[in-house]
């Protein structure tokens, strides 16, 4: 009996961490954070600056970014990734230029955006390293 009870543990303990990896939930956002600072510090800062300020009419501001913006995973994801070009408006003030895009890995890709997502008075939704693909992928379909 006490044989089962310890497999039947171990089998639960091994369910268990399968499904907190699975769903992501080993995932520490406040780390993701602090590598995606770095990243931000490394490749971000010189344009949008290292408050997130940006340059009015040259780089566009990061800080205090509008809601539905932070809520669009996908777009955030593609603009890191592929970048961004051609004229947005931005808190009423006009940009036109050209944001390159990353090599960075998935992991990276998440932790940029989750460093942005959440400074500077910014309140986005985390994203996760398995959600970098799927985006790029969904993009790809939608100009196929």
Not at 13 to 37: M, T, W
Not at 40 to 46: H, R, V
Not at 94 to 101: I, V
Request: glycine content about 10%; proline content about 4%; overall charge neutral.
């Amino acid at each position: 009996m006490k044989a089962k009870k310890i497999l039947s543990l171990t089998g639960f303990i091994f369910l268990s961490g399968l499904c907190s990896v699975v769903l992501g939930q080993d995932f520490n956002l406040k780390q993701s954070i602090e590598r995606g600072k770095s990243i931000y510090s490394a490749n971000c800062a010189s344009c949008h600056m290292i408050n997130g300020e940006g340059i009015t009419r040259v780089y566009p501001p990061l800080a205090n970014m509008d809601s539905v913006v932070l809520a669009d995973k996908d777009r955030l994801i593609r603009i890191v990734v592929q970048g961004l070009s051609g004229p947005i408006e931005v808190k009423g003030v006009k940009y036109n230029g050209k944001s390159p895009g990353f090599k960075f890995t998935d992991q990276q890709v998440a932790d940029i955006i989750n460093y942005v997502c959440n400074s500077w008075g910014n309140e986005g939704e985390t994203v996760l390293p398995g959600e970098v693909q799927p985006a790029l992928q969904a993009d790809k379909s939608e100009t196929e």
